[in-house]
Structures are given as structure tokens and as C-alpha cells.
């Protein structure tokens, strides 16, 4: 079954730091852009960052506090996020990039919260 899973999230105060994960099944990432998504609550999805072979890409929201890697020898895309904030809450996902082809997976959810 081909599929992507994100975990890593949790509970973290602000100015605190996670690092997702996003595991691949069933296909190699290296042939694929990978990004991370995340929808806040009552709010659309919407693309955090994007890595591919060449570059990677970042929302402005995140930009400086979020880094995204890769390891193609662990079939896995992670996200790097420091100094998180409040408006960083809500329920992460990973799919490929420049366009979703993946079936969305349930994600993980990153709350921000003293």
C-alpha cells in the first residue's frame, strides 16, 4: 500500500520545539517533492514547506523558524520547527509536492499552548 504517515507532534509551550516525521510505504521519496501542510482549526489546509531535489520552499508564516530535510536512505521527510507559536497549532500532514498525489493520511496534531 503506497502511503505517507506524519507523526511527531504533541503538546509544546511556545517558544518550544518539535520535529515531525513523514514516513513513506510503498513507493521511494527520492523520486518525489515532499511538503508539509498543516489546517488550523475551522481553517483550510493550507502548504507550510516543500522540499525537492534542488530547493527547498517555505511559507513566509514560517520562514527562519521551520527547516525541512530529508533522508531518501530512511524513506523519510522531517520538519525541523523552532520557536513555535500559538498560530502554529493544528494538525500536520505530508504529501507530495507540487502536487498531492498521496491519499491524505490523519496527520499529526501539534498544539501550542502555556
Known amino acids: 500500500e503506497v502511503q505517507l504517515q506524519a507523526y511527531g507532534g504533541g503538546l509544546v509551550q511556545p517558544g518550544g520545539s518539535l520535529r515531525l516525521s513523514c514516513a513513506a510505504s510503498?513507493?521511494?521519496?527520492?523520486?518525489?517533492?515532499i511538503g508539509w501542510f498543516r489546517q488550523a482549526p475551522g481553517k483550510e489546509r493550507e502548504a507550510v514547506s516543500y522540499?525537492?531535489?534542488?530547493?527547498?520552499f517555505y511559507a513566509d508564516s514560517v520562514k527562519g523558524r521551520f527547516t525541512i530535510s530529508r533522508d531518501d536512505t530512511k524513506n523519510t521527510v522531517y520538519l525541523q520547527m523552532n520557536n513555535l507559536k500559538s498560530e502554529d497549532t493544528g494538525v500536520y500532514y505530508c504529501?507530495?509536492?507540487?502536487?498531492?498525489?498521496?491519499?491524505w493520511g490523519q496527520g499529526t496534531l501539534v498544539t501550542v499552548s502555556s
Open positions: 504529501n507530495t509536492r507540487p502536487n498531492p498525489i498521496i491519499p
Open positions: 510503498g513507493f521511494a521519496l527520492d523520486d518525489y517533492g
Open positions: 522540499i525537492n531535489t534542488i530547493r527547498k
